[in-house]
């Protein structure tokens, strides 16, 4: 995932800080090792190599990457923080189940009364499946579509989009996001702030829950905060999940998207206005809406497997409060080969996302390794399949290999800055934890600004690894670069990061660069050491903040933690 640069800073007030915390932050700050420009670019080159395939997951990309991180991890000084082994110790790896799903002979239409539209795999639609079946087929003739909105049922908000309406069997026609984002003053939703409701992950688990035959979101560029190329490019190739032990309470046979072009065109033959229907579904009086006389005709062979594939887990072990860690995370996979681009480039490099973010893992590691022991254990975590849907971070918030209670709080870098230094920091998820106030003393020790989440309405929050981490209490900061650039030619890094988002997010033209400029990555390098090696040194414990989700699950494991 790519945290969207912002080209406008936005200041604001920041919280008070605790006396003891802002003076060890800033005691930190003051210490903070040199971070190099050279080993981040040499470590982002090597890793978007073609050789590496895209980093796939479970291909021959993931075992070079593996090793790749093993090595450099040990070279920094950290030892082995995986799975145990037979003999009593540890690997560098912790190894994740995964089941792998890849689509072939794909054929679909849409009908509606003697209409018909034959879809293309890529073009109209995309169509996977994440669902175990016996057959290794996927298939559903005549199923009816029902509209249902946004696809949510919210007890807690009083919001239910299906009305005790009976959706087995059928194809659920849903939007991307949740009510708010077209209208914020509406506050059902954290207004203009995307909920876990808005994200593509919800919808599917929903229509499980509800007991559908599939889904399709209608995908809009602005709702998604991704054009259709993402999309394209990120379900025509195979699809994993983590093993589940009832897998059909939590998936459904046919999971999909739609152009939108297409669906107004559906929706018109069908006698249905779109875009009425959508200002409809911002309502909680919303009924679903069966398209009448339409019908999906879907079929495609699934190639499924059972993998696995692998979470790199480094430690360095704490002088004094060993149980206790500081985590930091991100993502070493990417889209591995895929379908070539218009130049026949078929390798998705995946350099910015995330080669670049574990780059700043490994530096970080030198930087810990190099310096005083820590009083608390540092745990540093390559995660596998981000790309899928945060698999590796869900598998070891799942089984932690070191307990979630006494992880005192994490850091998750995904996708750097590698355009100059910036004015600014955007806070993703700002206002849960205090981890805001820790992230903004350093990052005003700096002379630059704090910004609180100032892409809420994409549902940042949501989309990397700190969030599977977070569900289960653990208090995860998830920051980038934003504000202005501060060094000259400021038009043309403007350009660059505005051409990552255009044209190389999730496509294979992310590729590394040797005119990238590093210093703004280095920066945020600062921070995240700075902010991580006070609480290793100290025997805080982070909380979250009143009102938060996640402070039950936190709350739970008091008494675990002193």
Same mark, same amino acid.
Request: glycine content about 10%; overall charge negative.
């Given at each position: 995932?790519?945290?969207?640069?912002?080209?406008?800073?936005?200041?604001?007030?920041? &919280?008070?800080?605790?006396? +003891?915390?802002?003076?060890?932050?800033?005691?930190?700050?003051?210490?903070? /090792?040199?971070?190099?420009?050279?080993?981040?670019?040499?470590?982002?080159?090597?890793?978007?190599?073609?050789?590496?395939?895209?980093?796939? +997951?479970?291909?021959?990309?993931?075992?070079?990457?593996?090793?790749?991180?093993?090595?450099?991890?040990?070279?920094?000084?950290?030892?082995?923080?995986?799975?145990?082994?037979?003999?009593?110790?540890? #690997?560098?790896?912790?190894?994740?189940?995964?089941?792998?799903?890849?689509?072939?002979?794909?054929? #679909?239409?849409?009908?509606?009364?003697?209409?018909?539209?034959?879809?293309?795999?890529?073009?109209? +639609?995309?169509?996977?499946?994440?669902? =175990?079946?016996?057959?290794?087929?996927?298939?559903?003739?005549?199923?009816?579509?029902?509209?249902?909105?946004?696809?949510?049922?919210?007890?807690?908000?009083?919001?239910?989009?299906?009305?005790?309406?009976? +959706?087995?069997?059928?194809?659920?026609?849903?939007?991307?996001?949740?009510?708010?984002?077209?209208? =914020?003053?509406?506050?059902?939703?954290?207004?203009? &702030?995307?909920?876990?409701?808005?994200?593509?992950?919800?919808?599917?688990?929903?229509?499980?829950?509800?007991?559908?035959? $599939?889904?399709?979101? @209608?995908?809009?560029?602005?709702?998604?905060?991704?054009?259709?190329?993402?999309?394209?490019?990120?379900?025509?190739?195979?699809?994993?999940?983590?093993?589940?032990?009832?897998?059909?309470?939590?998936?459904?046979?046919?999971?999909?998207?739609?152009?939108?072009?297409?669906?107004?065109?559906?929706?018109?033959?069908?006698?249905?206005?779109?875009?009425?229907?959508?200002?409809?579904?911002?309502?909680?009086?919303?009924?679903?809406?069966?398209? %009448?006389?339409?019908?999906?005709?879907?079929?495609?062979?699934?190639?499924?497997?059972?993998?696995?594939?692998?979470?790199?887990?480094?430690?360095?072990?704490?002088?004094?409060?060993?149980?206790?860690? @500081?985590?930091?995370?991100?993502?070493?996979?990417?889209?591995?080969?895929?379908?070539?681009?218009?130049?026949?480039?078929?390798?998705?490099?995946?350099? @910015?996302?995330?080669?670049?973010?574990?780059?700043?893992?490994? !530096?970080?590691?030198?930087?810990?390794? &190099?310096?005083?022991?820590?009083?608390?254990?540092?745990?540093?975590?390559?995660?596998?399949?981000? !790309?899928?849907?945060?698999?590796?971070?869900?598998?070891?918030?799942?089984?932690?290999?070191?307990?979630?209670?006494?992880?005192? %709080?994490?850091?998750?870098?995904?996708?750097?800055?590698?355009? $100059?230094?910036?004015?600014?920091?955007?806070?993703?998820?700002?206002?849960?934890?205090?981890?805001?106030?820790?992230?903004?003393?350093?990052?005003?020790?700096?002379?630059?600004?704090?910004? /609180?989440?100032?892409? &809420?309405?994409?549902?940042?929050?949501?989309?990397?690894?700190?969030? =599977?981490?977070?569900?289960?209490?653990?208090?995860?900061?998830?920051?980038?670069?934003?504000?202005?650039?501060?060094? !000259?030619?400021?038009?043309?890094?403007? #350009?660059?990061?505005?051409?990552?988002? #255009?044209?190389?997010?999730?496509?294979?033209?992310?590729?590394?660069?040797?005119?990238?400029?590093?210093? $703004?990555?280095?920066?945020?390098?600062?921070?995240?050491?700075?902010?991580?090696?006070?609480?290793?040194?100290?025997?805080?414990?982070?909380?979250?903040? =009143?009102?938060?989700?996640?402070? /039950?699950?936190?709350?739970?494991?008091?008494?675990?933690?002193?």
């Amino acid at each position: 995932m790519r945290l969207f640069q912002s080209r406008a800073c936005l200041s604001f007030a920041a &919280a008070l800080m605790a006396g +003891v915390a802002a003076s060890t932050l800033a005691a930190a700050q003051t210490a903070a /090792p040199e971070f190099d420009a050279v080993r981040l670019s040499d470590h982002i080159r090597i890793l978007s190599d073609d050789s590496f395939e895209g980093r796939g +997951v479970a291909t021959a990309g993931e075992a070079k990457t593996v090793d790749y991180l093993s090595r450099a991890f040990a070279e920094a000084g950290f030892e082995p923080g995986g799975d145990i082994q037979a003999d009593g110790t540890r #690997a560098w790896t912790q190894g994740v189940r995964m089941n792998r799903f890849a689509v072939t002979g794909f054929e #679909a239409q849409l009908k509606v009364g003697d209409w018909t539209l034959p879809l293309v795999q890529g073009e109209q +639609v995309v169509a996977s499946t994440r669902l =175990p079946s016996p057959s290794g087929h996927v298939m559903a003739m005549d199923a009816p579509l029902v509209f249902v909105g946004y696809g949510i049922k919210a007890p807690e908000r009083n919001w239910d989009d299906f009305k005790g309406v009976d +959706v087995k069997g059928k194809i659920l026609v849903v939007l991307i996001n949740d009510a708010d984002f077209e209208e =914020p003053a509406l506050d059902t939703f954290n207004g203009e &702030a995307m909920t876990y409701y808005g994200r593509w992950t919800y919808k599917y688990e929903e229509a499980a829950r509800q007991g559908a035959a $599939g889904v399709l979101i @209608v995908h809009e560029t602005r709702p998604a905060s991704y054009g259709w190329a993402t999309v394209r490019n990120s379900w025509t190739s195979p699809q994993f999940d983590i093993e589940r032990a009832d897998p059909a309470s939590e998936r459904i046979p046919f999971e999909g998207w739609i152009q939108r072009d297409v669906a107004v065109d559906l929706f018109q033959r069908a006698g249905l206005d779109f875009e009425a229907l959508k200002v409809q579904a911002r309502s909680r009086d919303f009924q679903p809406v069966t398209l %009448a006389d339409a019908s999906l005709d879907v079929m495609f062979n699934v190639d499924q497997s059972s993998i696995e594939s692998h979470n790199v887990v480094a430690r360095l072990a704490g002088a004094t409060r060993p149980d206790e860690t @500081v985590l930091y995370g991100g993502h070493w996979d990417h889209l591995g080969v895929g379908t070539p681009d218009e130049n026949g480039d078929a390798i998705f490099n995946g350099a @910015v996302d995330n080669a670049s973010g574990i780059a700043s893992l490994l !530096e970080l590691a030198r930087a810990y390794g &190099a310096a005083p022991r820590p009083q608390r254990s540092v745990v540093i975590i390559g995660f596998t399949a981000e !790309e899928s849907g945060l698999l590796g971070s869900t598998y070891y918030a799942a089984n932690p290999l070191y307990p979630l209670a006494t992880t005192v %709080a994490g850091v998750n870098i995904d996708s750097e800055n590698v355009y $100059g230094r910036m004015t600014a920091m955007n806070l993703v998820g700002y206002g849960q934890s205090e981890m805001d106030e820790r992230m903004t003393t350093a990052i005003e020790a700096q002379g630059r600004q704090a910004q /609180p989440d100032g892409h &809420a309405a994409s549902g940042g929050f949501f989309r990397s690894d700190h969030f =599977p981490l977070a569900r289960q209490g653990v208090p995860m900061a998830y920051a980038g670069s934003t504000g202005e650039y501060r060094d !000259e030619p400021i038009e043309a890094r403007k #350009a660059q990061s505005a051409d990552y988002g #255009a044209r190389r997010y999730h496509q294979a033209d992310d590729e590394w660069s040797p005119e990238w400029d590093y210093s $703004g990555q280095i920066e945020n390098l600062q921070i995240y050491y700075s902010v991580g090696r006070a609480l290793a040194d100290s025997s805080d414990w982070v909380e979250w903040k =009143p009102g938060s989700e996640f402070a /039950p699950a936190r709350a739970a494991t008091a008494d675990q933690r002193r």
